[in-house]
C-alpha cells in the first residue's frame, strides 16, 4: 500500500517562509508526477505546483515567483519552498502522486496525502 505523508506546515507571518514536505512509503519502483494542492476556507481543491519524473515544473499562477517545488535524491519525496507568503496563501495543503509503479507491478493512478495546514496571519 502506498501512502504519502506531507509535514512542514504551521503559522507564519505574511512575507514568511515556510517549507513543507512528502515523503511516499511503500513498495514503490517509480512515481511519475508529484505535486502539492491546497483547499483554502470555503473554496475548492486548487493546484499549486507539480513536477514530473523529468523535472518538469508547473505553477499556479498565483504563486509564481514565490514557491518552488522540488524532488528529493530519492525521487519519492517532494518538497515546496513558499516565500514571500500572503494571507491569501492559509489552506490546507495536500500532497499527490500519479502515475506509481510499486514492485509487484501495480499501477496506482493516483495518491493524495492526508493534508498539513498552513495559516498566514499576523
Known amino acids: 500500500q502506498v501512502q504519502l505523508v506531507e509535514s512542514g506546515g504551521g503559522l507564519v507571518q505574511p512575507g514568511g517562509s515556510l517549507r513543507l514536505s512528502c515523503a511516499a512509503s511503500?513498495?514503490?519502483?517509480?512515481?511519475?508526477?508529484m505535486g502539492w494542492y491546497r483547499q483554502g476556507p470555503g473554496k475548492e481543491r486548487e493546484l499549486v505546483a507539480t513536477?514530473?519524473?523529468?523535472?518538469?515544473?508547473n505553477y499556479a499562477d498565483s504563486v509564481k515567483g514565490r514557491f518552488t517545488i522540488s524532488r528529493g535524491d530519492a525521487k519519492n519525496t517532494v518538497y515546496l519552498q513558499m516565500n514571500s507568503l500572503k494571507p491569501g496563501d492559509t489552506a490546507v495543503y495536500y500532497c499527490?502522486?500519479?502515475?506509481?509503479?510499486?514492485?509487484?507491478?501495480?499501477?496506482?493512478?493516483?495518491?493524495w496525502g492526508q493534508g498539513t495546514l498552513v495559516t498566514v496571519s499576523s
Open positions: 513536477i514530473t519524473s523529468g523535472g518538469t515544473t
Open positions: 511503500g513498495d514503490i519502483f517509480s512515481i511519475n508526477a
Open positions: 499527490n502522486a500519479q502515475g506509481i509503479v510499486v514492485l509487484s507491478g501495480y499501477r496506482y493512478l493516483e495518491v
